[in-house]
């Protein structure tokens, strides 16, 4: 099973005490980035356009365990930049489960080998491997030939010792749908993951690459072309069925940018782990004074296309705990693949775009301590070697 029956049992006995206390807003999923440094450069990332004063920043590991305890959420994701560039990384993750929070370490598997004895198998642990489909495509997604073959090499030693993986995979405008068929094929059965995570990538306004993001109707036909392909097969995701049935053009959402709040070394970021548009101090703030009826598809600009799971898995899986039936019988038929798609959003109210990030970043290099960084650099890059 792609997530764990404890894990299942767990989020839905959360969200319904949320539903119960009548609390409006509140957390699926911590995005903890302890880093934005990464080892890789993929152009369609806009996470690591930083100076190298903001790069070498790192979360503390009581850090990162204050922010764990503020936040509440079951779940903990450990994006980056790579989480694996962090020399405690190891301390951050047997913090977390220790916790019994279920921790979701974001990698490129460039360092899983070197690094794997540093954690230990558990029901809380999973390693999220990124791969963006077979060797051709995810070599072109990162830009690097052989990365897919080590993280291959790596998801295999990793499920040989016992750990939990699943694989993250992005997909961008220009896929065969019959190559990410055989894809998700070759994770599911030869690499034998415990699950499949996707989402259309989102148009980072940094990312070198501004020409292959999807469109949100280029989104729901790739998706529907993608599961067509795969009636029959017995591909594992690891996430909701009514999410997988949004990305087809089923359902119409709304984002839920709350339900993923990110951590960094900046702050509680607003308004999602996907748009930097400012600051909060603490979580009850970040929660309290974001005015979040001003993001989202219909209401900014800059989420005009978005489809990522870290803003609409929340309101899927939210749905899926209201609506348990309509879940059931999107699980029982399988995801819609013809006939019209739902009612999308309307754009003709959204606010323009601003571009705040340029002063953002200048007032954090600003701010940033100059002697510990670059230790701390050089002693990751002696570690990483």
Partial sequence: MAVPVRQQ????????????????RYPLVLMLEPLFRCNLACPGCGKIDYPDSILNRRLSVA?????????????????GGEPLLHREIGEIVAELTKRKKFVYLCTNA???????????????????????GLQEEHDRAVNQKG??????????????????????ATLFDGLDPDRVADFFDYVTSELDV???????????????????FLTRRK??????????????RKWRFSQSTLFLDFLAGNQ???????????????????????LNEGYAASF????????????????YEKCADCMVHCGYEPTAVNDTVGNPLKALWVELRGVRTKGDFAPDIGLEGQRKAEFVFDGLVDKAVQAAPSAEPKKRASRDKERAA
């Fill in 284 to 299: 009850k703030e970040l929660m309290e004074e974001t005015e979040w009826d001003s993001y989202g598809t219909g209401n």
């Fill in 194 to 212: 415990e699950g499949i995570t996707v989402s259309p990538g989102y148009a980072y306004e940094r990312a070198p690459d501004q020409e292959h």
């Fill in 63 to 79: 850090d990162c365990v204050q922010a764990v305890e503020e936040c509440g959420a079951p779940i903990v994701s450990i994006p």
């Fill in 9 to 24: 049992l767990r989020v839905g006995a959360y969200i319904l005490k949320q539903r119960l206390t009548r609390t409006k």
């Fill in 147 to 168: 990365v897919f073959e080590r993280a291959v090499k790596a998801i295999k030693l990793a499920r040989d010792k016992g750990f939990r993986v699943n694989v993250n």
């Fill in 110 to 132: 460039l360092l899983l080998e070197k690094k794997l004895h540093l954690f230990e198998p558990s029901t809380y642990l999973t390693f999220s491997i990124h791969l963006d």
């Fill in 252 to 274: 119409q959402y709304k984002c839920t940018p709350w339900g993923n709040p990110t951590r960094n070394v900046f702050g509680w970021q607003r308004p999602c782990y996907l």
């Fill in 219 to 232: 989104s729901k036909q790739l998706f529907r072309d993608v599961f067509a392909r795969g009636k029959g």
